[in-house]
């Protein structure tokens, strides 16, 4: 007992009190209260002073349970709340338009479902009664999740206000909602490559969504107009939409582009996909064939090669090539198409579309020359533009003359349509290559350009070109009043070890109107086949070339280009009067 | 017979503490208000047909409570006194059983299944430790030739020990906190606060690594984003959605969406529907009923209904103060049922015992409280 350290004098002292006899006999209450001492009275104030230590503890402890209720009731708690908290985290993304003011994409507040599994009480009655909801709901997968141990399931994401309404309804426990926001695209599949997708963190992963991405969360998040007109962006998907149904092509690419401001009005990629939905796109539907593809464009590339041959000196309209029969080099042997076994002029090289009289073009000005033109052209990088999908060019590893010679009618080399289309637009922008853009252009902005052939030599290519349309391979492409000027081309799909000649890349780069150009366009058709009414051909003149006809004969009016009244048999006169200072003997 | 009858309840009325009698049939039929209010939700969410299901229940608890209350109250001390250690002996007979015959919720057997009425015998466990545990102070500290201190630590070992087999971490820290509250009062030294102090700590820490929900809740409660905070969230949304005059009678949400709104939440519920007003005046209830009790066990000259008045008093104070902490987020979540409010017939029964008891030592006889506080 002496190790007990407890308040031994009380004890002890009263334990050596004497009672009286009779309080011993007395009730415990009765005793206590005859012993009214000072010792008793020292223990109770003892305790009294500790009563208020306690007191004074459990004062402060309702204190500040009054404090905190005040607080959370009057001025919101910071951890109040958590939607409230989640809402001004969520993420604020500036909507996409178009040059007019349409909308592409918008971020709206949606509903998402999730289970509490601990709080559902039947997981496969609660399973069954949501699909009765939301239709495409796996029940048993379901069943399964609402099953488990976890206190946090996601049902669906992103619900409509009806499906949430209808969900509320069934008023089943454990169920809950948060808000999300989504990004949603009411054009759906008609901007889809140029609006791209966002993840579900709103991060931008593809096309205008991911180019400017930065300014789209800047701020309170940025609007951002693209450059797109949706109204010229309906109609070149339309026909190209048509192009590909009628020639069951694999895909295809339409591009249409201001040749002084280098905005991109409209930029079409079929398949496509929705961009609501991106997981759901079919394979290659996510591929941008005007940015992302390269392609080996074939004799487009004859109007570079006449541009830079006219531009170096080495040619002139004057100039004529042997093209009596096929040209052997590096043990290659370039043939024609259209064989005219013939002396040809070098408009006759380009209206024809001669592989060997293109050749022997770019032999004289030599490797050297074509490749710095090329690059002028920023046809061996890949196409600055914003878009980050923009792909680099295929080049050949040595730039031998067998490769002069291919590359002068677009082959052993591949670039993407945008960069194609960016380049033929300088011919027509008076030898000044300007950047593709998919932002608009203010009226007053000034464009930097840079000259990369001089006024006469695009004048020239165009010249060639407007001809090409009147009387060559072009011809279908023609829209009556439009002027349209251009150049086929058709490229056989590398395979192994050659080409197919089954396998064709068809395509029409354009630009119009050709006494004043405003726009490029390009349509381009990934393995076209020939039908009856094209003779079974496949080439771009017969199947691109009919697209952009149709194209420019829609999209003028829209895009405000004046009709030019003049007969098209008169003006085919004057150009081929301006061509064609002297017959060549 | 009659005239004894009526003359004992005079002598009931004059004698017993009507401030505290009156602040804790307050509190019942506040619970009893917030019940109408929560009842709805909840059958609604167990699928009971009767809306008011919860209601009814808690009505038939209150009245069987208040009239078990005013029996225990009519008692004189020894008699209390009696009944507590006999309650204390008969909880812990069934709490050694409990593994036995009682039934598994939420991974802890706590509960005696009788018909549709569950009894937890750790809920009376709480005041017959608290009033056996001063008598045995006092008596030691009288100078009887017990070993009391002894004998009272023993049994609060076994409490405690009974407590974890089942196991209930937060029962046995309030029992704690009451049993050392009394401990305290009766004259502990302090280099025994400060051992006795280290051990709890230690065993709290114990505690922590041994049972993985506390360690969770408490990691949950000092970062939230660690785990679900699901209850929490919904409490404190509610509160500040209550605001300073409340949504409205009927007009609150957290009860469609908490599982145990009527219980552990109902202070939530009551801040939503009624405001800071309900809130404050909930708080300053249980405030002005232990502040009564302090003052009457500070004037009290009998050791024993000293001690037994603080640890009663104490047992109220900390369940309501930990409660309302979780509902207002001021510490880590712990299902804790706020006296007399909270929906739950096993609770309601032992808290009208406590209170029983509580009044029964506060009660005015000759010689219990000193005329005039000296010194």
């Avoid at chain 1, 459990?58 to 951890?79: E, N, Y």
């Avoid at chain 2, 503490?17 to 109408?36: F, H, K, N, P, S």
Wanted: net charge negative.
């Amino acid at each position: 007992m002496r190790l007990w350290p407890f308040r031994k004098q009380v004890s002890a002292k009263s334990r050596s009190v004497a009672l009286p006899p009779l309080a011993e006999a007395a009730p415990a209450d009765m005793s206590r209260l005859l012993r009214i001492e000072s010792d008793e009275t020292k223990a109770l104030d003892a305790a009294r002073s500790r009563l208020r230590v306690m007191g004074l503890s459990l004062a402060v402890g309702f204190a500040l349970l009054g404090a905190r209720a005040i607080d959370i009731a009057v001025l919101g708690s910071a951890d109040a709340a958590p939607s409230q908290r989640q809402a001004q985290q969520a993420i604020v993304r500036g909507d996409l338009f178009d040059r007019t003011g349409q909308v592409l994409a918008t971020t709206l507040e949606t509903h998402s479902l999730y289970a509490d599994p601990s709080l559902v009480w039947d997981a496969r009655e609660t399973a069954e009664a949501l699909a009765g909801v939301l239709p495409d709901i796996d029940v048993d997968s379901l069943t399964e999740d609402l099953g488990g141990r976890g206190r946090f399931v996601w049902v669906r994401r992103n619900l409509t206000p009806r499906q949430r309404q209808a969900v509320f309804s069934l008023g089943l426990p454990g169920l809950g909602f948060r808000m999300e926001p989504r990004r949603v695209y009411p054009r759906g599949r008609l901007a889809s490559h140029i609006v791209g997708y966002t993840d579900r963190d709103l991060q931008g992963l593809a096309g205008a969504e991911r180019a400017f991405d930065g300014s789209l969360l800047a701020g309170d998040g940025r609007p951002v107009a693209l450059s797109i007109d949706m109204t010229v962006q309906f109609h070149v998907a339309e026909v190209l939409a048509a192009s590909v149904a009628e020639f069951q092509a694999e895909a295809a690419t339409g591009i249409v582009m201001d040749v002084r401001t280098g905005e991109i009005v409209s930029m079409v990629s079929l398949p496509d996909f929705d961009p609501n939905r991106p997981s759901d796109a079919t394979p290659g539907g996510r591929l941008n064939r005007a940015a992302q593809s390269v392609y080996e464009m074939g004799s487009t590339f004859k109007a570079f090669t006449v541009a830079m041959a006219l531009e170096n000196g080495t040619a002139t309209l004057e100039s004529g090539y042997d093209a009596t029969g096929p040209l052997q080099i590096g043990g290659y042997q370039i043939n024609d198409y259209h064989a005219e076994n013939r002396r040809l002029s070098l408009t006759e090289v380009f209206t024809h579309s001669s592989n060997i009289g293109s050749s022997l073009i770019a032999l004289d000005a030599g490797a050297e020359a074509q490749r710095g033109f090329l690059g002028d052209l920023r046809l061996l990088e890949r196409a600055p533009i914003e878009l980050a999908e923009s792909a680099d060019p295929l080049l050949p590893r040595n730039w031998g003359p067998t490769e002069t010679a291919t590359i002068s009618y677009g082959h052993g080399i591949a670039v993407s349509p945008i960069a194609t289309i960016a380049a033929f637009a300088a011919i027509a922008n008076d030898g000044v290559y300007v950047r593709p853009t998919l932002l608009p252009v203010a009226a007053d902005e000034t464009i930097v350009g840079e000259r990369v052939m001089s006024s006469e030599s695009a004048q020239t290519v165009l010249d060639l070109m407007r001809e090409n349309v009147l009387d060559g391979s072009g011809g279908y492409a023609d829209a009556p009043g439009f002027q349209v000027a251009g150049k086929t081309g058709t490229a056989e799909k590398p395979t192994r070890g050659g080409y197919d000649s089954s396998r064709l890349i068809s395509s029409f780069s354009a630009v119009f109107p050709y006494d004043d150009p405003q726009y490029a366009i390009l349509v381009l058709l990934d393995e076209p086949h020939g039908t009856e009414s094209t003779y079974g051909y496949a080439t771009g003149g017969w199947t691109a070339a009919p697209a952009v006809g149709e194209i420019v004969s829609r999209i003028a009016p829209i895009l405000g280009v004046q009709r030019a009244e003049d007969e098209t048999g008169e003006r085919a006169a004057l150009v081929r009067a301006a061509l064609m200072p002297e017959m060549i003997p | 017979m009659i005239q004894d009858l009526s003359r004992g309840l005079a002598t009931w009325w004059r004698g017993v503490d009507r401030t505290l009698l009156v602040i804790i049939l307050a509190l019942i039929v506040i619970g009893l208000v917030l019940a109408m209010a929560a009842s709805p939700a909840m059958t609604d969410r167990l699928g009971i047909e009767d809306p008011f299901y919860f209601l009814y229940r808690q009505s038939a608890f209150a009245l069987l409570g208040v009239i078990g209350m005013l029996g225990i109250s009519a008692l004189n001390p020894k008699g209390a006194r009696r009944l507590a250690v006999l309650a204390l002996l008969g909880a812990l007979a069934l709490m050694m059983v409990l593994p036995l015959i009682g039934y598994e919720v939420k991974g802890a057997t706590r509960w005696i299944r009788i018909g549709s009425f569950g009894l937890q015998p750790s809920e009376f466990l709480k005041p017959a430790l608290i009033v056996t545990a001063a008598w045995l102070f006092a008596e030691e500290q009288r100078g009887a030739p017990i070993p009391g201190r002894v004998i009272a630590f023993g049994l609060y070992i076994l409490s405690i020990g009974l407590l974890m087999i089942q196991p209930d971490f937060g029962q046995s820290v309030l029992l704690t906190l009451c049993f050392g509250g009394v401990f305290f009062a009766s004259g502990l030294s302090w280099i025994w606060v400060a051992v006795l102090s280290s051990l709890a700590a230690a065993g709290s820490t114990l505690a922590y690594f041994t049972f993985p929900h506390v360690a969770s809740r408490v990691q949950r409660f000092i970062d939230p984003e660690s785990g679900d905070t699901y209850q929490i969230d919904r409490a404190m949304e509610a509160i500040s959605h209550g605001g300073i005059a409340g949504a409205g009678p009927g007009e609150g949400e957290v009860k469609n969406f908490l599982p145990d709104a009527h219980t552990d939440f109902i202070f939530a519920v009551a801040a939503e529907e009624f405001g800071l007003m309900a809130s404050l005046a909930i708080i300053g209830l249980f405030a002005l009923l232990v502040a009564r009790a302090w003052t009457q066990a500070m004037r009290l000259q009998d050791s024993f209904a000293q001690l037994a008045v603080t640890g009663l008093a104490l047992q109220f104070a900390l369940q309501a103060l930990v409660n309302i902490g979780v509902n207002l987020n001021l510490i880590p979540p712990k299902g804790m049922t706020l006296p007399f409010v909270s929906y739950g017939g096993s609770s309601m029964l032992a808290l009208a015992f406590g209170a029983g008891l509580l009044l029964a030592f506060t009660r005015r006889r000759p010689g219990a409280y000193a005329l005039r506080h000296t010194s």
